[in-house]
């Protein structure tokens, strides 16, 4: 009979682990992030397995630690987090993400201790998180884009005191800078500026007066 308790429980904790882990996967699928539905449940009630395991292994005898194995839970979704990190052109992207994969672990460990209040608690402040300070975020900042340029020019080192007199009136901030080198001819310089659309329109008229054959793309600032 007790053995029959104990197997419920710990049903009803997994159970409760794909829930949680669940509710916040779907946020993230919604959003088209890296960590999705079933990363999120996996995460969360693989955390939640190691806690059951290691108070199974523990059994409350002496000079046992059942955080230890939790420890290298979080260890272990510290390299998946480092996974989804990405770094291209000086934007760093993902970071929300792995920080999603962090405290979904944290709540599966949280159900496998069984905390349930806890766990869904944080589970629905997670999900608050995620989607209410989005939309603050993007207010706050205006909708603010990382935008990426290219152009030629013959004297890099007098585009560059230009650039940065150009940006400094528009009060904005070179992000990166790069200058394919050719002696022979013009060089192709590539920059990267956080501004919002219209600061961009701005750049787009006055850029052409530095350079030639200007070039533009761009992307949302990433989570």
Not at 95 to 122: C, D, K, N, P, R
């Amino acid at each position: 009979m007790l053995t029959n308790s104990l197997d419920l429980i710990v049903a009803a904790k997994l159970l409760l682990a794909i829930v949680c882990g669940g509710a916040i996967g779907f946020e993230r699928e919604l959003s088209r992030k890296a960590a999705g539905l079933r990363t999120n449940v996996l995460i969360c009630m693989g955390s939640a397995l190691f806690m059951i395991v290691s108070r199974h292994i523990g059994g409350g005898a002496p000079y046992t630690d059942p955080a230890r194995l939790v420890a290298q839970v979080v260890t272990g979704i510290g390299f998946l987090g480092a996974g989804v990190i990405l770094q291209a052109r000086g934007s760093i992207t993902g970071l929300t993400t792995a920080a999603t994969i962090f405290v979904v672990g944290a709540v599966g460990i949280t159900i496998g201790e069984g905390m349930f209040g806890l766990a869904l608690l944080s589970t629905t402040l997670i999900i608050v998180v995620l989607v209410a300070l989005r939309r603050v975020e993007r207010f706050v900042i205006r909708r603010q884009r990382l935008f990426h340029y290219s152009l030629k020019t013959r004297d890099p080192a007098q585009f560059l005191e230009s650039l940065l007199d150009l940006l400094e009136r528009q009060n904005l901030q070179l992000e990166d800078f790069d200058v394919d080198n050719n002696p022979e001819g013009e060089h192709v310089v590539r920059l990267s500026i956080v501004t919002s659309i219209d600061g961009n329109r701005r750049l787009l008229a006055e850029l052409p007066a530095l350079g030639s054959d200007l070039t533009t793309s761009t992307h949302e600032r990433g989570d």
